[in-house]
């Protein structure tokens, strides 16, 4: 049957003609798309402390293998890292290089790379639909609010992400070729395998299962004749891909026998797959339902436009080309025990393609659209009017204060992507929308100073280097166990992690080395608030250590301190004991 998909675009509603060049001139809409994500995703990336757990493994694990001129494997804390590939840790090395070792230099090519997606959205646009429809894409790729959080993080996602849109771009050129074309040509299998490598250096296999589900999935939607020959082409690529893995691989397994593939595959792909991450309740294909409706903000109030197709989609090749890409890692994922948003963020491309398939600015047409529209605006409304008030009302006082400041960015820019965004985007008013955009951006900014000024590891590595500290010190960490301790403290001594206070004490009781630490001793956390304990505005520690830590250090040998702050890896409120031996302590000879 015809496809459809090749009806005539409506003019552009902006009707600006500059909009028109910087579209169809390649370099200009790169050059644009590059100003946008630098104005959307650069605040935040210098004064944002490393957030989570896998944040500073992966900065610390770079500067590791740079110190040993190691390639091929990864260490963290003098240990093996196994957990992905190396080809984020290769790239952040030249930022490092470049601007030494810093947040912003380890997160930098995580800003690239979700700057080379929009590139290649916008390339992929052009080619399925036009130019004006590319670039659209590849702005609101960059406005996503899941890529305004991911796109500022120190980890691999968002190369594997750009990883996989240059796989669906390759196996577009081969689908979408001219018809006198019989094969795909020996450049876009080139491009196939290219991308396929880069994938798998990215984030393993993983990379490779998204764009074959999705080829499949588009195939079997469409109702016209189905090329299952690219199927065949796909698994070419990997043939002529494996052998450039391999240039890394063998060398990898051979030092480390095997464990590289047990552990980075076995342990945390495989196992992840099986068990809940930090036992959390598994909520199969609900979750990223409902993640996804927040992730795709403000562009989730409009996915009618994107998802709901008229009459005859099946004949289009290109709307199930990007329907199959969408839907894939929601069935990849769906079952998948440990459940994190940003997982299927490699289908948010396609969603863009979609929602600017025709050229123009998505409409709410209907009044199923419209309550859509109403109801996601609705929604989000209320959570960040509710998390206002609570925020005001909330007993955040002294050295909790700045939690409150920390709310009220949050519940604003909850109002701000769910509310502001839509409404300035259905009515049109892009000058708004922009500057919204801007403001949110900022938001990351003054958020990330505000938990690096409550954040307790910097505190306590900031007490270690101001009391001179010596370089060969052991460290160990008892309860807060965080690996930011190790990136932030910079290498200076080597660190022991664990939560037997008991057996902790005892180290700090023997001799033969200058020793230093972290206890925790009380832990407040945000999943064990219940509301008798808001109604009475007391909140309870969930945990409580200081009997068996306080007292028990050799106060003529050691200082303490007592910092309090959020430990965003865990979000929760702790309290800490940092430690260290004193210079003037005169060990026994």
Request: proline share 6%.
């Amino acid at each position: 049957m015809a496809d459809r998909s090749a009806s005539f675009l409506p003019p552009s509603p902006t009707g600006d003609s500059w909009f028109q060049r910087v579209a169809h001139h390649r370099g200009w809409s790169a050059l644009a798309l590059l100003l946008l994500a630098a104005a959307f995703l650069l605040p935040g990336t210098a004064s944002l402390p490393l957030m989570d757990r896998d944040e500073p493994r992966f900065a610390q694990a770079t500067w590791e293998m740079m110190e040993r001129g190691e390639w091929a494997v990864p260490y963290f804390n003098d240990e093996y890292r196994f957990d992905k590939p190396p080809l984020t840790y290769w790239w952040m090395r030249v930022h490092y290089w470049i601007f030494g070792k810093t947040e912003f230099a380890a997160r930098l090519h995580t800003m690239l790379a979700a700057w080379l997606t929009a590139v290649v959205t916008a390339a992929l646009g052009r080619r399925l639909f036009d130019a004006r429809a590319g670039l659209l894409a590849g702005v609101a790729w960059l406005s996503l609010l899941q890529v305004f959080v991911h796109g500022r993080l120190c980890v691999a996602d968002m190369p594997m992400l750009l990883a996989v849109t240059l796989c669906m771009h390759a196996l577009a050129g081969m689908w979408f070729r001219p018809p006198e074309q019989l094969a795909p040509g020996r450049g876009w299998l080139a491009y196939l395998v290219g991308a396929l490598t880069l994938g798998f250096l990215a984030k393993g296999p993983i990379a490779w299962a998204v764009p074959l589900l999705g080829l499949i999935l588009a195939l079997l939607l469409y109702r016209g004749k189905r090329p299952w020959i690219l199927v065949a082409w796909f698994w070419l690529a990997v043939l002529f891909a494996v052998p450039l893995i391999g240039l890394w691989g063998v060398p990898a397994l051979l030092s480390t026998k095997g464990a590289f593939w047990q552990v980075g595959i076995g342990e945390h792909v495989v196992k992840r797959g099986a068990e809940a991450f930090n036992g959390r309740i598994t909520v199969p294909v609900v979750f990223y339902l409902v993640s996804a409706f927040i992730s795709l903000l403000p562009w989730s109030a409009f996915a009618p436009a994107a998802l709901c197709q008229r009459a005859g989609w099946r004949d289009s090749r290109r709307t199930c080309f990007l329907l199959g890409w969408f839907i894939a890692p929601f069935l990849i994922f769906g079952f998948y025990a440990t459940q994190l948003p940003h997982y299927i963020m490699p289908g948010f491309p396609a969603f863009c393609l979609l929602l600017f398939s025709r050229g123009h600015w998505p409409e709410v047409e209907g009044g199923g659209a419209r309550r859509w529209f109403n109801a996601v605006v609705g929604v989000f409304g209320l959570v960040g009017v509710v998390v206002l008030a609570f925020t005001l009302w909330a007993p955040f006082s002294g050295e909790t204060a700045p939690l409150r400041s920390l709310l009220l960015l949050i519940s604003g820019g909850v109002l701000t992507a769910g509310v502001a965004l839509p409404l300035a985007l259905r009515f049109r008013r892009l000058g708004f929308a922009l500057g919204a955009l801007v403001l949110l951006s900022l938001a990351f900014h003054e958020g990330g100073s505000l938990i690096r000024s409550m954040h307790p590891g910097i505190a306590a590595v900031e007490f270690w280097k101001a009391s001179g500290v010596p370089e060969k010190t052991k460290f160990r960490a008892s309860g807060f166990s965080e690996p930011c301790l190790v990136f932030y403290q910079d290498a200076n001594g080597s660190w022991k992690m664990g939560d037997n206070d008991e057996r902790t004490l005892e180290w700090f009781a023997g001799e033969g080395s200058t020793r230093a630490g972290i206890f925790l001793l009380r832990e407040w956390q945000f999943d064990d608030v219940k509301w008798e304990y808001l109604t009475r505005r007391d909140w309870p520690p969930s945990q409580d250590r200081r009997e068996a830590i306080l007292g028990k250090l050799d106060p003529q040998r050691y200082e303490t301190r007592t910092v309090r702050g959020y430990n965003a890896a865990k979000t929760s409120w702790v309290e800490c004991l940092v430690v260290w031996q004193r210079p003037d302590y005169l060990r026994p000879e």
